[in-house]
């Protein structure tokens, strides 16, 4: 077990906007980092797949959850899970949660995707960097990601409009990585939703970063989806860049990131994604083409 160390100073940029706690929570701590620009063409990152590709056979199988995720918000600890300043969980909503709520709560929010696009985009944080919670190092970033030759459980969720946008996702849907609670927080790449949520069982474990007691395996009040790596770009878009981007007549003006800066899974419209994607093209492309 390595030594426990502080949470370094998250940047002032993200402090200002984000000052509390969301991200994928208990990912699964990664055995050496892989580069994610060598890991494009020399690992097994697969590339975007159809309905019939052998991606889509493997992504059925279960993933070992042995391990612990992390996915960043500012201050955020991102546990990938969303928790109040104060580090308690977030208690704003029962713990039951009718269909109808859950449906008001994924629809609601700027930057909505547009329904009558058959894929929908998102954008997911992770932190990057080295902090302790509960005693594991909750560090994930995207050569993290880009290493993996199983689909990654994005787990660690404790926040319910976070969750019920990871309820909302559907296979083959795309997402921004977001590396958070770093000193340079930004978009860094992209994913695919392999799987769709299932339940969150980091939840249940007392040994886990972002274990809930309220939650029963009988009952279990938290999701998680499983993604693969698809491309890193060579130029992060930085969090001062999007709030330039995000400012009134801009192009990310109601972009949700912007608009809720805590939530830790947030939607992006097909407009939002195409226009990222344009940008990280522009400053040298990617790792890989999504």
């Known amino acids: ?30 055995s050496a980092p892989v580069d994610a620009t060598k890991a494009a063409t020399t690992t097994t990152a697969p590339a975007a797949k159809s309905k019939t590709s052998p991606i889509e056979k493997k992504s059925a199988k279960s993933v070992s959850r042995s391990s612990v995720k992390t996915n960043g918000d500012s201050k955020e600890k991102t546990a990938k899970s969303d928790t109040q300043p104060n580090g308690t969980l977030d208690s704003t909503k029962p713990a039951k949660v009718t269909q109808e709520e859950s449906a008001s709560e994924t629809n609601s929010g700027a930057g909505s995707s547009d329904p009558s696009c058959e894929k929908s985009y998102w954008l997911l944080k992770a932190e990057p960097e080295t902090r302790l919670e509960n005693g594991v190092d909750v560090r994930f970033s995207i050569d993290d990601l880009a290493s993996r030759t199983e689909p990654e459980p994005w787990d660690g969720i404790r926040n319910y409009a976070a969750r019920n946008n990871l309820r909302a996702m559907k296979k083959g849907d795309l997402a921004f ?78 972009m949700q990131l912007l608009k809720q800066s805590r939530l830790s899974v947030s939607r992006v419209s097909p407009a939002e994604f195409e226009y990222l994607i344009g940008v990280a093209a522009a400053r040298g492309g990617m790792s890989k083409e999504v």
């Open 1 to 30: 077990m390595p030594p426990k160390r502080k949470a370094p100073p998250p940047a002032e940029d993200e402090v200002a906007a984000e000052s509390s706690n969301l991200r994928r929570s208990t990912r699964r701590k990664p």
């Open 177 to 254: 990585f977001y590396h958070s609670n770093c000193k340079e927080p930004g978009i860094v790449g992209t994913m695919e939703i392999v799987r769709e949520h299932s339940p969150d069982l980091s939840a249940h474990d007392p040994k886990a970063p972002y274990y809930d007691s309220s939650s029963k395996p009988s009952e279990p009040k938290w999701s998680v989806v499983h993604v693969e790596f698809r491309s890193k770009f060579a130029q992060q878009i930085g969090l001062k860049e999007l709030r330039e981007m995000g400012k009134p007549g801009q192009p990310l003006e109601n």
